[in-house]
C-alpha cells in the first residue's frame, strides 16, 4: 500500500519563527490532506490540496504530486500553532476512500 | 453550522465493561468513519459506512461493533473493553466520493477520550 512520510518528527520553534513541513508520498494521489490536531485532540482541516499552492492566513501548502511530496508553511507561529501536524492521501475504496495518514510532525511554539 | 458532534467526550469504563460512543452529523455526508488514535500515534481506520452499507477493516478486533440507525447517527460498540483499547475514538464524514467523482475531505469530530480501568 501505499507509505506516507512526515519530517521531521518533531519541531521546536520560538514564537515569530517560520517553518516547514514535509509529507512525502510514494505513489501518485488525486488528494491529500494536511491536519491540525490541537491539544485537546481535535483534527482540524488545514488543507485539502492535489497540486499546486493554497494560502489560509499565515499557513499554505503546496503539493507537487509529480514529484510526490507537499510542504506545509507556517510563517510568523504561535503559541496557538503548538500541536501535531499530519498529512493524509486518500485511498479509493468502492465509493468511499480510506485515509492513509503519516506519523505526524508535533510542533511546540514557545512563547 | 453543519458539524461532526461526538458524545461523550470523555469515557471512563471498567475492564470489560460494555461502552457504546456515539457520533452525530448535520453535514448531510453518506459515509462515517471511526477511527482510533492510541498516544502519539496516527488516527487508524477502524470500519467505515457508505450509507448502510458496512466495511470492516481487516485487522479491526471483533470486540469493535459498529451500527448505523440512519444518515445521521453512527454507534461505536467496545463490547468488552480492554486496557489496551484506551485511546481517542474519531468519527468522520465525506461525501460520496463517486457522486464526486474525485476523493473528498473527511470531517472529523473532537473525538471521544476513552479511559479503561
Known amino acids: 500500500g501505499i507509505q506516507v512520510e512526515q519530517s521531521p518528527p518533531d519541531l521546536i520553534l520560538q514564537e515569530g519563527a517560520n517553518s516547514t513541513l514535509r509529507c512525502n508520498f510514494s505513489?501518485?494521489?488525486?488528494?491529500l490532506q494536511w491536519f491540525h490536531q490541537n491539544p485537546w485532540g481535535q483534527l482540524i482541516n488545514l488543507f485539502y490540496?492535489?497540486?499546486g499552492t493554497k494560502q489560509n492566513g499565515r499557513l499554505s501548502a503546496t503539493t507537487v504530486a509529480t514529484e510526490r511530496y507537499s510542504l506545509l508553511y507556517i510563517s510568523s507561529s504561535q503559541t496557538t500553532d503548538s500541536g501535531v501536524y499530519f498529512c493524509?492521501?486518500?485511498?479509493?475504496?468502492?465509493?468511499?476512500?480510506?485515509?492513509?495518514f503519516g506519523k505526524g510532525t508535533k510542533l511546540t511554539v514557545n512563547p | 453550522d453543519a458539524m461532526v458532534i461526538q458524545n461523550p467526550r470523555y469515557q471512563v469504563t471498567q475492564f470489560g465493561k460494555p461502552v457504546t460512543l456515539s457520533c452525530s452529523q448535520t453535514?448531510?455526508?453518506?459515509?462515517m468513519y471511526w477511527y482510533q488514535q492510541k498516544s502519539s500515534q496516527a488516527p487508524k481506520l477502524l470500519f467505515h459506512?457508505?450509507?448502510?452499507?458496512?466495511?470492516n477493516e481487516a485487522d479491526t478486533p471483533d470486540n469493535f461493533q459498529s451500527r448505523r440507525p440512519n444518515t445521521s447517527f453512527c454507534f461505536l460498540d467496545i463490547r468488552s473493553p480492554g486496557l489496551g483499547d484506551a485511546a481517542m475514538y474519531l468519527c468522520?464524514?465525506?461525501?460520496?466520493?463517486?457522486?464526486?467523482?474525485?476523493?473528498?475531505?473527511?470531517?472529523f469530530g473532537p473525538g471521544t477520550r476513552l479511559t479503561v480501568l
Open positions: 505513489d501518485s494521489v488525486n488528494n
Open positions: 453535514l448531510n455526508h453518506n459515509v
Open positions: 490540496i492535489p497540486s
Open positions: 459506512y457508505y450509507d448502510k452499507d458496512f466495511n
Open positions: 468522520a464524514t465525506s461525501r460520496d466520493w463517486f457522486r464526486q467523482q474525485r476523493a473528498d475531505t473527511q470531517y
Open positions: 493524509a492521501v486518500p485511498l479509493q475504496q468502492g465509493g468511499s476512500e480510506k485515509l492513509v
